[in-house]
């Protein structure tokens, strides 16, 4: 008998075939968690509101009691926090792996996430210092989203007074061209060997003294995969951290 094999061409289509088929039930599975994501935050919602409506009436039903205020007082701080997490748990969920690039200004993407933080840095009296950055493909969403966070993180985890400052140059990354984006600050920093793992998500190095959820830093880490670039932080624990942004080209 006769037997059969395989062309070449016939071993790399079924090859490519089978690529297109994972790549599909990839783009399936992450559109179904994202969808029950939003499903579970908004349905948890609704409980939370309720809690916050009658902890206020308990309230203002016991005005006259200091007990009362305080406790009321954990319960609504409680669901702020958990608010929050499920804010920032359904941005992780929406950080598009495959997003659609455009031709997305740096500068701008910053101007943007500054006028978002206007408040925050009014009060803190922190300075900006930026110019120049270069034009990249990327979404322009994501990009807001990415300076926000890092920005957010500089101006909480900051030293009196908060300077950042953001500075760009082309460089390598794997082997290739990259545009390299620093985002430096002058807070308190991180200790050397909690640096990598801070962009794991809910992983958070202060108690409930600093506000905060653990999805920052592994928003901006999925921002940076879904470019096909590279997110790292380094601090020697003392004189601020900086973020590395690498764009690849």
Request: aromatic fraction near 6%; glycine fraction near 6%; hydrophobic fraction near 40%.
């Amino acid at each position: 008998m006769a037997s059969t094999s395989i062309s070449p061409d016939d071993q790399l289509k079924q090859a490519l075939a089978r690529v297109a088929e994972l790549e599909t039930a990839l783009a399936a599975a992450q559109q179904e968690l994202q969808h029950f994501v939003y499903a579970a935050s908004h349905d948890l919602q609704e409980p939370l509101r309720a809690i916050t409506t009658y902890s206020q009436l308990i309230e203002r039903l016991y005005a006259d009691d200091p007990q009362t205020h305080e406790l009321t007082g954990f319960i609504t701080t409680g669901v702020a926090r958990m608010n929050s997490l499920l804010h920032a748990l359904l941005t992780y969920s929406r950080v598009n792996l495959s997003p659609n690039l455009t031709s997305v200004k740096l500068d701008g993407a910053v101007q943007s996430a500054l006028f978002k933080l206007a408040p925050v840095i009014k009060e803190s009296g922190a300075v900006v210092h930026f110019s120049g950055l270069p034009e990249i493909a990327a979404h322009e969403v994501q990009m807001g989203q990415l300076f926000e966070q890092l920005l957010s993180n500089a101006l909480l985890y900051r030293r009196e007074p908060p300077v950042v400052q953001i500075l760009s140059e082309e460089t390598e990354l794997d082997g290739g061209p990259a545009q390299l984006i620093c985002v430096k600050d002058n807070g308190v920093g991180i200790e050397p060997h909690f640096c990598s793992q801070v962009l794991l998500p809910f992983k958070r190095l202060h108690g409930k003294e600093i506000p905060g959820n653990g999805l920052g830093l592994a928003i901006c880490e999925k921002i940076m995969r879904a470019h096909k670039g590279k997110l790292w932080l380094e601090s020697d624990g003392v004189s601020g951290t900086s973020a590395f942004l690498a764009f690849p080209f």
